[in-house]
């Protein structure tokens, strides 16, 4: 199978999973409302980044360099999917802009509204908090809303010593 082939494949299969996100917050919608439903998946979404942290616990909870580079392996086929760029990396912080996002994408390309897509990359993106806390260092994101350029803004800040 060629590299293009793969990363197809790989791509559609994030895309399946904003989709997978979107499915879930319609049903329990209808069933909850969209208010609580958006607080039980962020915290469902929460509780996955805490097991992906794991990955990440050896450099808290300031090696930020290597969260940095251990973090960007992580990420499956960079450039085709979240296409990340590095606005900083120093001992006080790491801030990563993510340009693209297949989420995004496939909420786009399935006719949601911006404020439809704001409020799945706000489920979606609460990954990235238990990540990064549950790896031990402190975190914010700015997720997308419209008109922001690319996607989600990543801030990793040094966490707790002891934390």
Known sequence: MTDEKWRELLINAIKSRAMF???FYKEFSAE??????????KRATYKRGLEIGKHFAEYAPGDMEGLKDSFLEFMPDPKAT???KLDRCDSEGLD?????????????EAGLSDEEITIMASIAGHV??????????????????????GCCQLHIRPGKKGA
């Open 128 to 149: 990235d908090n238990g990540t990064f806390e549950g790896a031990g260092f402190d975190f914010h994101a700015e997720t997308w809303k419209p008109g922001h350029k």
């Open 82 to 84: 979240f296409n990340p």
């Open 32 to 41: 909850i409302g969209p208010e609580k439903t958006a607080e039980i998946m």
């Open 96 to 108: 990563i802009q993510l340009q693209s996002c297949p989420l995004k994408d496939a909420w786009k």
């Open 21 to 23: 996100y979107y499915a």
